[in-house]
Nanobody
Framework: QVQLEESGGGLVQAGGSLRLSCRASGSTVSMAWYRQTPGKQRELVASIISGDYTNYADSVKGRFTIFRDNAKNTVSLQMTSLKPEDTAVYFC?????????????WGQGTQVTVSS
């Protein structure tokens, strides 16, 4: 069982920056950030896997950066040039292998609000 502890988020004006962080209680093979707004499906924002291969949603490319600290089992999402449409609840996600099975874990979510 991997537990995820998120931090960061809050209210920022358009054009501003925020950093989200997520600490995993155990080892993971990949970590990611998703976001969700009311009435919409949760969508992938950015992910990072072993070897530091990253993947970004088209809407955040060039503005968001995902990076991890393997020693601390932490993944962070640096968000810059924020737009009102980035407003959402952001969820940390982690995947880990245990008993030959890939397990999926979620954080509790943190609110990001970008004012225009």
């Amino acid at each position: 069982q991997v537990q995820l502890e998120e931090s960061g988020g809050g209210l920022v004006q358009a054009g501003g920056s925020l950093r989200l962080s997520c600490r995993a209680s155990g080892s993971t093979v990949s970590m990611a950030w998703y976001r969700q707004t009311p009435g919409k499906q949760r969508e992938l924002v950015a992910s990072i896997i072993s070897g530091d291969y990253t993947n970004y949603a088209d809407s955040v490319k060039g503005r968001f950066t995902i990076f991890r600290d393997n020693a601390k089992n932490t993944v962070s999402l640096q968000m810059t040039s924020l737009k009102p449409e980035d407003t959402a609840v952001y969820f940390c996600n982690a995947k880990s292998f245990a008993g030959g099975t890939l397990h999926n874990y979620w954080g509790q979510g943190t609110q990001v609000t970008v004012s225009s």
